[in-house]
């Protein structure tokens, strides 16, 4: 069951925090996916935020430009965003709530908001030939209702179990929420929060194709580099899923 490869979407926003907190022109985020690609990263992962607190228009046009192997665009549903996207053309667009005065993505999309509104989002996106994914939490109604409005894959929150990696009930939210999409139809990614210590119980799931990690990633990079980040996290994802 655990046959299929797990792919590791790199997250490379924090390698624009650090640049924007001086407003500088280094450490440049495009370079920093660059090097990720070369160390095994199957995908870059960016999000374009409204207030442009790290990623900026530029690094999204130069990602476009320069990713060998694909781009996923992580953004809110606004006018300006789907523009953005439509022109851009990432290969995949993963929907996130967002909201100005948080330090990260806190929750997931309610995806029972606004349906008509998602639903037409979503189609335009498809047209465009862009997959899209939405970031929910693990709950089996959020899973119904994504598969509702069209959506071919969706992203599940790691954040509580990140908080709480010891217990049963994050695990157990996520290994439900990862069969029942899978079950459903729905291409099943993850992410948040994960780092090589709480990686392997969520790279374990075989429903799961995909993760994005961001902040662990450039976190270790500080002491080992972006590359041995990338590949230590990529043994920690194949030992998990080996010991399946
Ligand atoms: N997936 C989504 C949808 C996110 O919003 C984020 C954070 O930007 C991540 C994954 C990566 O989270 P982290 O930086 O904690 O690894």
Same mark, same amino acid.
């Given at each position: 069951m655990t046959t299929i490869h797990q792919r590791l979407y790199i997250n490379v926003d924090h390698v624009a925090t650090i640049r924007q907190a001086r407003r @500088? @022109? =280094? !450490? $440049?985020p495009v370079a920093a996916a660059v090097a990720c690609e070369a160390a095994g990263a199957d995908g870059i992962t960016a999000h374009l935020r409204e207030d442009r607190r790290h990623i900026i228009d530029q690094d999204i046009d130069r990602l476009a430009r320069t990713v060998t192997t694909v781009l996923n665009l992580e953004m809110a549903n606004t006018p300006e965003m789907v523009e953005i996207a439509l022109r851009v053309r990432p290969y995949q667009v993963t929907l996130v709530p967002e909201r100005r005065e948080e330090v990260t993505t806190e929750g997931g999309l309610d995806? *029972?908001?606004d349906p008509a509104g998602l639903m037409a989002t979503i189609a335009r996106l498809q047209a465009a030939g862009i997959l899209v994914s939405l970031f929910i939490d693990p709950d089996e109604r959020m899973v119904r209702a994504s598969r509702d409005l069209g959506t071919t894959a969706l992203e599940l929150h790691t954040g509580t179990y990140a908080h709480? !990696? *010891? $217990? =049963?009930m994050p695990r157990r939210a996520l290994r439900m929420a990862a069969a029942l999409g899978t079950s459903l139809g729905l291409h099943v990614h993850a992410g948040h929060g994960l780092t090589v210590a709480n990686v392997g119980p969520v790279a374990a799931i !075989? /429903?799961? /194709?995909e993760l994005n990690i961001g902040h662990a990633i450039v976190g270790r990079a500080v002491f080992i580099g972006i590359a041995a980040a990338v590949r230590e996290m990529r043994v920690a994802m194949d030992a998990a899923r080996a010991s399946t």
């Open positions: @500088a @022109a =280094e !450490p $440049d995806v *029972t908001r709480h !990696p *010891t $217990d =049963e !075989p /429903e799961i /194709e």
